[in-house]
């Protein structure tokens, strides 16, 4: 609320200046602009400076503060000097623009620094963005330049144009960056200070072109309004953009700022073409120029998409196997197994066989050698059972030291299936350097078309024969026998 309250008062402030202009002498209304102005960006430098100090910011945004309060401090100084060759120091004007231009350089600055460190494609696409931006503001600024009459640009103004329109593009290219919320933050409004400023410097020439007042079109208010914002954004905090993704790189409208002064000038020079019926070869340089940049731009954001694109799938299908996985075997969950076993049994068969293994002896494991070589006993179980199963069959870690299988169709293979894992699983292994040996007992049940067996029944079977197995010695197979009825 107090930025709102302190926005719409900059723009109140400036836009009276702006109406008192055409009432006050060109003298007064100079030195009114001045001094608001030097206040403004003083109050703001104040800031900034206090800001740098809080060594509870990263160096980088110390940095980008310092860098700040240094921009404002010489606007504000240059406008006092302003201010003195309007009241007759001529001697002032030369030292208050070099302390213009370095304002002009340090506020870019300051929006880099309190950025993100960009790498790769995205530090391209950044730079390229820059790029087209000033590219499309020179040309800009250049079809307001006079074409005769002898008229020309100082060495000053020339610097000035340069350097507010590379400000404007990196503001431009940091807005479009931002990830937009509730609460704007010190770059954004840093950004939008520089846009105000290079925007109202081109009116500013195109008013000497044409020979009009300094204030005209709104100049009068718009260096007031810049400076007013540029002392709103030295209370905010730093924001932190937000990687990019897909939606925002495609469908957000902050992501197509870069594009207006690109098709701003194309259609100021379209203008040209259909009125004058030809385009100067600077400006054509500059627009193939800015247009090369862009389609750059869209090729390099089209690998960003298209990494994004396979980085979510190949997520979606990292979190899919998780979803149906036992972590540490690899094999099938207990959730996973029943739910494409009640399909394979819901599909049809003539025969279906359910085995249930339990180890024997693998607690002896985690108690000896610790539970790091009870799980490599687990992942070398699951391997051997895996290495004697068919494609088709399931098999899945139910939990602990529990395994079990769902066999279609398997015919005499379940029963001799079973006897060869019961020795399969006894063979020694290694485990972290020591000899371990564990056995399994196993329990087999059946079930046949038309009987109409789930798999939660089935499983329940073959969990009964697995108990009967261990009370008839372990190591060994049994298998279930349904109760006379």
């Not at 800009?140 to 000035?160: K, W």
């Amino acid at each position: 609320m107090r930025l709102r309250i302190a926005l719409l008062a900059g723009l109140v402030v400036a836009t009276v200046v702006q109406l008192l202009h055409p009432f006050l002498p060109e003298t007064a209304g100079l030195a009114l602009s001045d001094v608001l102005i030097a206040v403004a960006s003083g109050y703001a430098a104040v800031n900034y400076r206090s800001r740098a100090r809080d060594t509870s910011n990263p160096p980088r945004i110390q940095l980008a503060f310092g860098c700040g309060a240094a921009a404002c401090a010489a606007w504000s100084l240059s406008n006092l000097l302003f201010l003195l060759s309007v009241l007759g120091v001529s001697s002032a004007a030369a030292p208050a623009v070099v302390l213009s231009t370095v304002a002009a350089i340090l506020v870019p600055l300051a929006i880099v620094l309190a950025g993100p460190r960009l790498r790769g494609i995205a530090a391209a696409r950044q730079l390229i963005d820059v790029a087209a931006v000033s590219g499309a503001f020179l040309a800009l600024v250049g079809e307001f330049m006079p074409t005769g009459g002898g008229q020309t640009f100082s060495g000053y103004a020339v610097t000035i144009v340069v350097v507010l329109g590379f400000g404007a593009a990196v503001a431009l290219v940091t807005l479009a960056g931002s990830v937009p919320g509730r609460q704007a933050s010190a770059q954004q409004l840093l950004a939008f200070a520089a846009l105000v400023q290079a925007v109202t410097l081109l009116v500013s020439v195109r008013n000497d072109v044409a020979g009009e007042p300094w204030y005209a079109n709104g100049v009068g208010a718009g260096y007031v309004l810049g400076a007013f914002v540029m002392a709103a954004s030295s209370r905010l905090a730093v924001s932190r953009p937000g990687v990019d993704g897909v939606e925002r790189l495609v469908f957000s409208p902050w992501a197509l700022l870069p594009y207006v002064p690109v098709a701003t000038a194309v259609g100021v020079a379209a203008g040209r073409q259909l009125t004058d019926g030809e385009l100067g070869p600077v400006l054509v340089w500059l627009l193939l120029s800015s247009f090369s940049l862009v389609l750059l731009r869209q090729f390099l954001t089209l690998i960003t998409v298209g990494r994004l694109t396979v980085t979510l799938e190949q997520q979606r299908e990292a979190l899919a196997y998780q979803a149906h996985h036992d972590p540490l075997t690899g094999l099938l969950n207990r959730s996973a197994f029943d739910s494409r076993a009640a399909a394979r049994l819901s599909a049809g068969y003539l025969e279906a066989c359910a085995i249930i293994i339990d180890l024997d002896g693998f607690k002896p494991v985690n108690d000896t050698l610790g539970h790091a070589a009870g799980d490599d006993v687990l992942v070398t179980i699951g391997h051997r059972l895996t290495a004697e199963l068919r494609g088709t069959d399931l098999v899945s870690r139910c939990g602990g030291d529990e395994f079990a299988i769902l066999l279609i169709d398997a015919g005499p293979r379940a029963g001799i299936l079973a006897e060869r894992l019961l020795r399969r699983i006894a063979q020694p292994m290694i485990v972290q350097g020591h000899p371990v040996k564990v056995s399994a007992s196993i329990g087999v049940a059946v079930t046949r078309r038309g009987e109409r067996v789930g798999i939660s029944a089935l499983l329940r079977r073959a969990d009964t024969a697995m108990y009967a197995a261990k009370a008839a010695g372990k190591s060994t197979v049994s298998r279930y026998e349904s109760s006379p009825a």
